[in-house]
């Protein structure tokens, strides 16, 4: 294809994307409309109101002090400009707002261009070591790229920093792979390899425009698709975040109808579905804050979880359901101010326990900003993606991706079709009591090691005996029971008979505990070892994630970890130990 070609069909297809969003709201009835237009300002008083009195950035939640990504601020930046161009705020307003927080930031910027994930809010202390995740920090240049386009006169101080991030660190020529991850301390990649269905997206698109990788970049990132019931599912799936890391990217590139819009909409289209089929009057699952607790880690959401955001990032798919289903939020009372703030309208928190029907308390700057951008493009012909793409870098990144993204305007009436169907009333019926069914995945299942030089398994009287010899340094072990599919529908928990025959450490800590399906998505739980007791039981309400495969296990492993980077309270203390586990049986049903 010639580039007077390539270029054409850019921007036929931006052009396409943009009629559809703009043709996006008219599906909706004027009430209905409205009530997305308030729920979009009533959400920028939340993120006008979370930030830093000095130093401008914006606050993880509503509490003053704490710390904070390059995400979130890189929203804030793009919705300060969203907010600007809307005339939600006065150009005098944001442009102090956008001066404070660029001042502050670049006491922040490092070597590289790049700087740590997590930093304090007031800066009272600037980080230099740590890794840069690249999914969270491309938010932050994203960020500056919509402002130099809303603020001409602040593009020769954004662009100074943009020309200072060394693209080409985070590029691995022999595998023509980009890297997830940079430490900051070694210099080096720490994670090689990036999925496609993350939220990389715009860094990608960035390094093509900037020239540093070849924009066959594309062809090499990660996809490994699953064949789910509602269509393909690129990985992770259901994993690291669910709809978020999939469909964030989309509130600054067109995607609908491309293969990772594909994957978002499959997504949403199975969450809609699911909530059905479990009777939840609610839907839309995403990394959030688990009310009552804290921030999802490892992308593990409860299933008794749901979030406003991942619904505002599923609306240029299926306005009719989404819209619903926000409405039905607010009905339940999840625009009601959290404590400590009375008489505020933030619009809706930032989740809700649909088994509990409790809300939790806190706003998000990360959710609130998702939102706020999700309801902008689709309320205003896709206002965040139309300054994005119009920035020469975006454009030229999208100009050479162009042969490498896959576009199906078929999918386009896909989504129609599913946003088409009738909104049901309320949940599915319940069905009544079911009869109880306990398995023993122990006694049917095949047992196997990960690290067979170091944990052993044998089998002595009906028990599985687990040495772990601890003769090396080591912090991760597992094993794994390969069973016939298990229906687990309705499952009520899972019960572990343990027996600590030996351990190094009296308080040996906890196990983690991790249920697949056929598709290798998972679920997650831990229990804690006391070596007075045996008996220990996993309630289904404790066991977080989600399997494509619905109600089927698999498989499960057991793993013994010292030095987990997600919930890491929940370790593994002894360096070696020898358990007898008498039972695994999972209990349905009753």
Avoid at 175 to 188: C, H, K, P, S
Avoid at 483 to 504: G, K
Avoid at 543 to 571: C, T
């Amino acid at each position: 294809m010639g580039r007077s070609a390539t270029v054409l069909v850019a921007l036929l297809s931006l052009a396409t994307a943009s009629t559809i969003a703009a043709e996006g709201p008219e599906v909706l009835e004027p009430s209905q409309r409205e009530f997305l237009d308030g729920l979009m300002r009533d959400t920028w008083n939340f993120i006008d109101y979370a930030c830093d009195p000095v130093t401008g950035i914006p606050q993880d939640y509503q509490a003053r002090g704490g710390h904070t990504n390059s995400t979130p601020v890189g929203l804030y930046i793009a919705s300060l400009a969203v907010a600007n161009r809307l005339g939600i705020i006065t150009e005098d307003e944001a442009t102090v707002r956008l001066a404070k927080v660029l001042t502050s930031m670049e006491r922040l910027h490092q070597d590289h261009g790049f700087f740590p994930n997590f930093f304090p809010v007031n800066l009272s202390s600037i980080p230099t070591d740590g890794v840069m995740i690249i999914s969270d920090y491309n938010f932050y240049p994203a960020g500056l790229i919509v402002a130099r386009q809303v603020w001409p006169q602040y593009a020769e101080r954004i662009n100074a920093y943009l020309d200072s991030i060394e693209w080409d660190r985070l590029y691995v020529e022999e595998t023509n792979q980009i890297v997830a991850g940079y430490d900051l301390a070694t210099e080096e990649a720490s994670i090689v390899g990036l999925w496609l269905a993350s939220d990389a997206r715009c860094a990608v698109t960035m390094m093509i425009g900037a020239g540093v990788v070849p924009p066959n970049v594309w062809e090499d990132m990660i996809r490994g698709p699953i064949e789910a019931g509602t269509g393909p599912i690129y990985q992770p799936g259901f994993s690291f975040g669910v709809t978020y890391i999939a469909a964030i990217t989309g509130l600054f590139l067109p995607e609908r109808d491309t293969e990772v819009g594909q994957t978002v909409a499959n997504l949403g289209w199975y969450q809609y579905q699911f909530s059905r089929r479990r009777g939840y009057p609610v839907w839309g699952w995403s990394n959030c804050n688990i009310p009552g607790r804290h921030y999802t880690a490892g992308g593990y959401i409860p299933e008794w979880t749901v979030t406003p955001h991942a619904l505002a990032l599923l609306i240029d798919y299926y306005p009719r359901h989404v819209t619903a289903a926000l409405q039905k939020m607010q009905a339940l009372g999840g625009d009601s101010p959290p404590p400590g703030h009375p008489d505020v309208e933030w619009g809706l928190r930032g989740c809700y326990d649909v088994e509990m029907d409790v809300w939790g308390e806190k706003f998000l700057q990360l959710e609130q900003g998702m939102m706020f951008l999700a309801l902008a493009n689709f309320l205003h012909d896709g206002i965040v993606r139309d300054i994005f793409t119009s920035d020469s870098l975006i454009a030229r990144g999208l100009e050479l991706s162009e042969p490498y993204i896959q576009h199906d305007p078929d999918l386009l009436r896909r989504w129609e079709e599913r946003d088409a169907t009738p909104l049901e009333k309320g949940p599915a019926p319940d069905t009544g009591p079911v009869e109880a069914q306990v398995t023993d995945i122990l006694e049917t299942g095949e047992l196997y090691s990960h690290q067979p030089e170091s944990l052993r398994i044998t089998r002595q009287d009906g028990a599985a005996v687990v040495t772990i010899t601890g003769d090396e340094a080591w912090t991760e072990l597992a094993f794994g029971i390969a069973i016939p599919t298990t229906d687990i529908e309705h499952l009520d928990q899972i019960e572990f008979d343990i027996e600590v025959v030996q351990s190094d450490n009296p308080e040996p800590g906890f196990l983690r505990v991790f249920l697949a399906d056929k598709f290798g998505q998972t679920r997650f739980a831990w229990l804690e070892l006391d070596p007075q007791k045996r008996k220990h039981a996993l309630p289904a309400r404790e066991i977080w994630g989600f399997f494509l495969d619905d109600d089927n296990l698999a498989s499960m492993m057991v793993q013994f970890h010292r030095e987990p980077w997600f919930y890491p309270w929940h370790k593994f203390r002894s360096q070696s130990a020898t358990l007898n586990f008498h039972s695994i049986k999972v209990r349905a049903g009753g």
